[in-house]
């Protein structure tokens, strides 16, 4: 059983309904999981602000068109996620920008600094920090899995590769993120209670995280 089991149930029902012509039922869906989305999408690639808003539209529309062809064995978000993969791919092989390679794939998050970040524990920091020394094909496993909490079997999906090899990199990427904390901190208890509560830690961060993008999305008044 994946972890959004139940949201996925839910899913299910609003996808007949939508297939059968509720456009309400459509649109529930898609504002669902269009902040799912949009937090993938922002951090595990780096994207301009203007990127990310025509990839993210791009992907409900390829959604809407494709909603006949949705496997019944796919989760709706599992589904949605792999669109949104692939028109990053897509965009890279296309030349779709011209310095689009250059700037979506590289090492860091898009994502706030750790300083930036002052509410966030000390853990959380840390977590961010390591996070943002792992490659990229690292960084997207470990987000799907600890801030989306998918399976391995989901992040296949996704990734178009085969669950071994998911669990490969996620095995790789865990080793990875506990050699970088070991190396960012001296501090043996933050480094023990760090590792020991990774997905805690990686659900509070995203938390923060949401929050700080949201605040720094409202209009400042002059």
Known sequence: MTRGSETDDDDRVLLIAWRQGDN?????????????????????????????????????????????????EVPFRVY????????????LREGYRAEARARIVGPELSIASPSQIAAAREQERLLLRALQRLTSELQVVVLLFYWEQLTCGEIATICDLATGTVKSRLRRAKEQLLLEMRALTPDEALYRSTAHGLQRWALSLRAHLETYEAHAAEPKVP
């Open 80 to 91: 949605l996620l792999g669109i949104a993969r692939r028109l990053v791919a897509d965009t």
């Open 24 to 72: 309400l039922a459509g649109n529930r869906l898609l504002e669902r999981h269009f902040g799912t989305v949009v937090r993938f999408l922002r951090a595990a690639y780096r994207l301009q602000r203007a990127e990310l808003s025509e990839l993210v539209q791009r992907t409900m529309l390829a959604c809407v068109e494709s909603k006949a062809r949705i496997p019944d």
